[in-house]
């Protein structure tokens, strides 16, 4: 059964960094395509950044230039690298990836900005 999980999110003053983790397990396929979304206590889930099975990425304007996303080498894990931290980054974190055939999509962990 695949299973994606997130990891890495915590508490982090502002101005603070934090990578988050989506290892997939389950299965022999890589990670083709993936995603972040994020929803904050009272506001839809957003895409905050997306990376195709080029490479390309791209991202939520209010996180250009402060947000990284990439893959490991073996293409298991999914990273998001947040730098310079705002509260407004407060919510739960999502990733949602393309294996092999099919969309999968994770749990989410907890990311809190404090001022």
């Known amino acids: 059964q695949v299973q994606l999980v997130e990891s890495g999110g915590g508490l982090v003053q502002a101005g603070g960094s934090l990578r988050l983790s989506c290892v997939a397990s389950?299965?022999?396929?890589?990670?083709?395509?993936g995603s972040w979304y994020r929803q904050a206590p009272g506001k839809q889930r957003e895409l905050v950044a997306a990376l195709s099975s080029g490479g390309r990425a791209n991202f939520l304007d209010s996180v250009a230039g402060r947000f990284a996303i990439s893959t490991d080498n073996a293409r298991k894990t999914l990273f998001l690298q947040m730098n310079s931290l705002k509260p407004d980054d407060t919510a739960r974190y999502y990733c949602?990836?393309?294996?092999?055939?099919?969309?999968?999509g994770g749990q989410g962990t907890q990311v809190t900005v404090s001022s």
């Open positions: 389950g299965t022999s396929f890589i990670i083709t395509s």
């Open positions: 949602v990836a393309w294996i092999g055939s099919s969309n999968y």
